[in-house]
């Protein structure tokens, strides 16, 4: 455990206004902005006071720092729990969950037992258990994980809005017109806005409750719904970028060459790092491509050619499991994108060292194994 003083003063205020996203869980902000609509009584993600307004990060370990672990991971989870919880410019006590302290760290300064597994652990321990266990933070993949009564967490944690990104917003707009067409005759521009408004915003409209009482969907049924939906367009959006980045790299790795073989790293090793790595990369890409195809835009253009309202039911009641767990595929290719681009740093990523290369391919393969996607014990594999 770690603290980090006031000299990280303006580093660490600028991180506790970051909105949280796939590598940032920013319980403070979100903790500080409920309390400001609902007073000092809302509840917490965390039961723990201090941990409650904490700030959670995946972290790629430096060198240095892998000889906190008995079994040290590529990814790591970091707390970061303020001092004062008003202000982060006081500073922060800092740990990972899953180091050789974590156990007594959180026994000695939050009173939280983390051994004896979900039977014998308390809760806070075993949520962050779970965000240790996925690759990603990201609000639509921490729902699917956290979101059940089990664990206690307000909703109100779980409210996204997709309004208010500009670029999100209108390729929702351009998406969805011709499907809310098919549903809601005579719907010119301004009704499609104000039906966008009132379903991709923080809480479901009027608009909205009309639009899927149309459909004949069951009330009990639009919440999950409509937060499926949010996440299979913002999985698009965010999706698209990384793709492009992830077929630049596997492009690369068809036309690497290393240099600097020897005893150690004989031609042979390496091309078997190398054969490893782009199976690897090429498994985890297809799955994802595999994924969307239940909800991406194509899914949607044969609704729309089909112009029949019950395909369009199906396609949104379907939508909750067909998103399930993409979330997580998409965000270890970002953890593989990351990782490569932090360790070839300054390299020619078309011949590169034969033991750099071998150390990279090695620790990129073994996220395949790290995290755990969907049920306690579904490790996130592919194939």
Not at 64 to 83: C, N, Q, W, Y
Not at 111 to 119: E, F, M, Q, Y
Request: proline share 3%.
């Amino acid at each position: 455990m770690s603290i980090n003083k006031q000299r990280d003063a303006q580093q660490m205020e600028k991180l506790a206004a970051t909105p949280s996203n796939w590598r940032i869980l920013n319980l403070n902000r979100a903790t500080r902005m409920l309390r400001q609509v609902h007073g000092n009584n809302v509840g917490t993600f965390f039961r723990n006071k201090r941990l409650a307004t904490s700030i959670i990060i995946k972290h790629t370990l430096r060198d240095h720092e892998r000889g906190m672990f008995e079994d040290a991971p590529i990814v790591a989870t970091k707390v970061l729990v303020p001092l004062d919880e008003n202000s982060l410019a006081t500073g922060a006590v800092s740990f990972f969950v899953g180091e050789r302290a974590y156990p007594a760290i959180m026994r000695q300064s939050f009173g939280i037992n983390t051994l004896g597994g979900v039977s014998g652990a308390d809760k806070d321990a075993l949520i962050l258990a779970k965000l240790n266990e996925t690759p990603s933070l990201e609000l639509f993949l921490v729902r699917e994980i956290l979101g059940g009564d089990e664990f206690g967490i307000p909703k109100d944690y779980f409210q996204v809005s997709l309004i208010e990104d500009s670029a999100i917003k209108s390729y929702i707009t351009r998406e969805l017109t011709p499907l809310i067409r098919i549903a809601i005759e005579n719907a010119n521009s301004a009704k499609v806005n104000k039906f966008v408004d009132s379903i991709f915003g923080a809480e479901i409209g009027a608009q909205a409750a009309d639009f899927l009482q149309s459909l004949g969907l069951a009330q009990n049924r639009w919440g999950n719904v409509v937060f499926a939906w949010k996440a299979a367009l913002f999985y698009e959006t965010q999706f698209a970028n990384t793709q492009r980045r992830f077929e630049a790299m596997l492009e690369d790795l068809k036309t690497l060459k290393t240099y600097g073989h020897n005893e150690l790293y004989p031609r042979s090793f390496v091309e078997n790092h190398l054969g490893n790595l782009k199976a690897f990369a090429e498994r985890a890409f297809q799955q994802s491509l595999d994924s969307a195809l239940s909800f991406n835009s194509a899914r949607r253009a044969s609704i729309i050619e089909s112009g029949k309202i019950n395909e369009l039911k199906k396609y949104l009641e379907e939508l909750p499991e067909a998103v399930n767990g993409f979330g997580g595929f998409a965000a270890l290719i970002d953890h593989v994108l990351s990782y490569w681009t932090y360790r070839t740093r300054g390299l020619d990523h078309q011949r590169l060292p034969a033991e750099i290369f071998c150390t990279v391919a090695a620790d990129i393969c073994q996220m395949e194994s790290q995290f755990k996607l969907g049920g306690d014990d579904d490790l996130l594999k592919f194939g």
